[in-house]
């Protein structure tokens, strides 16, 4: 069993910035690709920010140069460090993680149970 658990949501005024972390428990054997999604409310949830094992990250056009994602391998834990942000950066944002639980085992994809961003003055 595998859990993802994220904090650091909340509300936060425009230019300002927060700090989501996500953390992975359980039974993990490899942690492959890490991600943060958003969905606001009325539209399809959409890819955020994304990072590999290795490090390597690709960001929305929207985001980049706002957003940083960043990951502790050793913790098992994701970041997302977000600045100068928008009112339409406000949506629910989910931490996604494509996870093994043992050696030969296919990876399965974990989603956290969402932490809530508003940006209104």
């Known amino acids: 069993q595998v859990q993802l658990v994220e904090s650091g949501g909340g509300l936060v005024q425009p230019g300002g910035s927060l700090r989501l972390s996500c953390a992975a428990s359980g039974t993990i054997y490899t942690i492959y690709a890490m991600g943060w999604y958003r969905q606001a409310p009325g539209k399809q949830r959409e890819l955020v920010a994304r990072?590999?094992?290795?490090?390597?990250?690709n960001y929305a056009d929207s985001v980049k140069g706002r957003f940083t994602i960043s990951r502790d391998n050793a913790k098992n834990t994701v970041y997302l460090q977000m600045d100068s942000l928008k009112p339409e950066d406000t949506a629910v944002y989910y931490c996604?993680?494509?996870?093994?639980?043992?050696?030969?085992?296919?990876?399965?994809?974990?989603w956290g149970q969402g932490t809530q961003v508003t940006v209104s003055s």
């Open positions: 990072i590999t094992s290795r490090g390597s990250t």
């Open positions: 996604n993680a494509d996870i093994s639980s043992a050696p030969y085992r296919a990876q399965i994809g974990y």
